[in-house]
């Protein structure tokens, strides 16, 4: 019990942040158009700061070496990806969230490269891995009706993967990038004691945080809908 709270607590604060990197990133960004669900193309960005090519829907041609070193790129280097950690870095600095970085510009400097290092290296595993194995990085919307079936597709999709045949297998590539990012970043954690174990807790937070993301890019057609109105 002990350990399911010490787990769970962070969760829930990595959801509570995400929150507000919801709010604000919609609010800075002017890239995301008027796109109605099954409509959305490859080019189009479907979220506020997220890499352009991740969504699709349906069953669309396997991307090549080239279109997931394309797909690594922007998803690495992109301004989206810029945008996004400096705008979580923010949010870490003004929240006060792991006081160790301390305070002021180079605090925060420090906080953005670890953070930076984070996203680089999960990116990158994710990327050697998933091509290596011939898994699809892409974001998948369900092209479902009604919530349960929309929201169990996207919990399905946790630590599911589309691979290049069109079958479905263990994210390992996800997995093994989110493990490897969060542990080198506790390892330049100032203060860090058992970074390996902390490791491992940062990327059970970093998958449930995806989770929480992804369903929320499931149903933002239907949130910019209802924002329109």
């Avoid at 993967?161 to 093994?176: C, E, P, T």
Wanted: glycine content about 12%; hydrophobic content about 40%; proline content about 6%.
């Amino acid at each position: 019990m002990i350990v399911l709270t010490r787990t769970t607590l962070p969760v829930i604060r990595s959801f509570r942040t995400g929150a507000a990197f919801l709010i604000c990133s919609w609010a800075l960004s002017a890239q995301t158009q008027a796109i109605q669900p099954g409509q959305l193309p490859l080019n189009e960005p479907d979220f506020p700061l997220v890499t352009p090519v991740e969504a699709v829907q349906g069953h669309p041609a396997p991307l090549d070496f080239k279109g997931k070193t394309d797909y690594f790129f922007k998803s690495a280097f992109s301004m989206e990806t810029l945008g996004r950690v400096g705008l979580t870095t923010t949010i870490g600095q003004i929240g006060g969230v792991a006081d160790e970085w301390g305070t002021g510009g180079m605090a925060y400097g420090r906080r953005l490269r670890n953070n930076y290092t984070r996203h680089l290296v999960s990116s990158t595993v994710r990327y050697g891995i998933g091509a290596a194995r011939g898994e699809d990085p892409r974001f998948y919307r369900s092209g479902k009706e009604g919530f349960l079936p929309r929201a169990g597709f996207v919990l399905s999709r946790s630590f599911v993967v589309q691979m290049d045949n069109g079958s479905k297998s263990l994210a390992v590539g996800r997995i093994a990038g989110s493990f490897a990012g969060n542990t080198l970043a506790e390892f330049m954690r100032p203060g860090t004691r058992d970074p390996w174990t902390q490791g491992l807790t940062r990327t059970a937070i970093s998958l449930g945080s995806d989770t929480g993301m992804r369903m929320l890019r499931e149903f933002w057609p239907d949130i910019k809908s209802k924002f329109r109105k």
